[in-house]
């Protein structure tokens, strides 16, 4: 089983990224994902989830408007698109899955989790 995240990178304020995670090893299509971070000095937290078919997303409410989830069953991946970026938002971005089809952020549910993928806003 493997999560394998990417797109991370140092961004200006204002700026946009896209992080992508790629799965394999397991039925991508029965699982929800979801997107976690952590800051330096923080505690890990949920920022948004997909549902299994990707008919239902959540965000978190400091980033719902700037903060995009989709994801590709056939490529077994999923996207989070960052724009308007703020300091705040650096940290380690993760990707995780879990079985339940429902979206959830609730960390203890999930099986797997990706290594991460640093994202860094400074000018």
């Known amino acids: 089983v493997q999560l394998q995240a990417s797109g991370g990178g140092l961004v200006q304020p204002g700026g946009s990224l896209k992080l992508s995670c790629v799965a394999s090893?397991?039925?991508?299509?029965?699982?929800?994902i979801g997107w976690f971070r952590q800051a330096p000095g923080k505690e890990r937290e949920g920022v948004s989830c997909?549902?299994?078919?990707?008919?239902?997303?959540y965000y978190v409410d400091s980033v719902k408007d700037r903060f995009t989830i989709s994801r590709d069953n056939a490529e077994q991946s999923v996207y989070l698109e960052i724009d308007n970026l703020v300091p705040d938002d650096t940290a380690v971005y993760y990707c995780?899955?879990?079985?339940?089809?429902?979206?959830?952020?609730?960390?203890?549910?999930?099986?797997?989790w990706g290594q991460g993928t640093q994202v860094t806003v400074s000018s």
């Open positions: 997909i549902n299994n078919s990707g008919g239902s997303t």
């Open positions: 995780a899955a879990h079985r339940f089809a429902a979206c959830s952020l609730r960390q203890s549910w999930y099986d797997y």
């Open positions: 090893g397991f039925t991508f299509g029965n699982y929800a």
